[in-house]
């Protein structure tokens, strides 16, 4: 199948199954660059047309790298910005707490997380054993039974 026919048969397939504003422009693109398509497709390749593909791959390589290169820049920007909020919201934790309170306060979220930490594990290995359901519920404080948490709970 040539190109021509096969143009124009995604022009008919892609006319019955798109809606009215994509099908004029897919004719659109068609009609402008089907004669384009057809030069190249037809013609031998001369010096000037390797010259021009040539050209045309380098240049989209060139912006394809700057692309990147603004991406990268964006990224590493944001980066950079939430470690020096987090440094900077550490320095006010400890100024307004003082390091007896940070301590404190790290301490409390550590056992916290301890017991989360021990109450899913031991979730896990009931689970692996192959109980459907875990006794006594979550397990909580108000269940009256086994409460493994850290404090807070």
Do not use: C
Request: net charge positive.
């Amino acid at each position: 199948m040539a190109l021509p026919e096969t143009m124009e048969f995604l022009q008919n397939y892609l006319h019955n199954q798109l809606p009215a504003p994509v099908s004029s422009l897919v004719s659109t693109v068609r009609s402008a660059f089907l004669p384009i398509l057809t030069y190249f497709t037809s013609q031998k390749p001369d010096l000037f047309t390797i010259a021009l593909l040539a050209l045309t791959l380098y240049l989209s390589l060139q912006v394809l790298s700057m692309l990147t290169r603004a991406v990268l820049f964006w990224v590493r920007l944001f980066i950079r910005l939430a470690f020096w909020a987090a440094i900077v919201g550490l320095g006010l934790w400890i100024y307004t707490r003082g390091v007896d309170g940070v301590v404190e306060d790290v301490s409390v979220l550590w056992g916290t997380w301890q017991g989360e930490y021990e109450f899913w594990k031991e979730r896990a290995e009931v689970a692996q054993q192959g109980y459907a359901v875990y006794q006594g519920g979550r397990g909580g404080a108000r269940a009256g039974n086994n409460n493994k948490r850290g404090r807070g709970w």
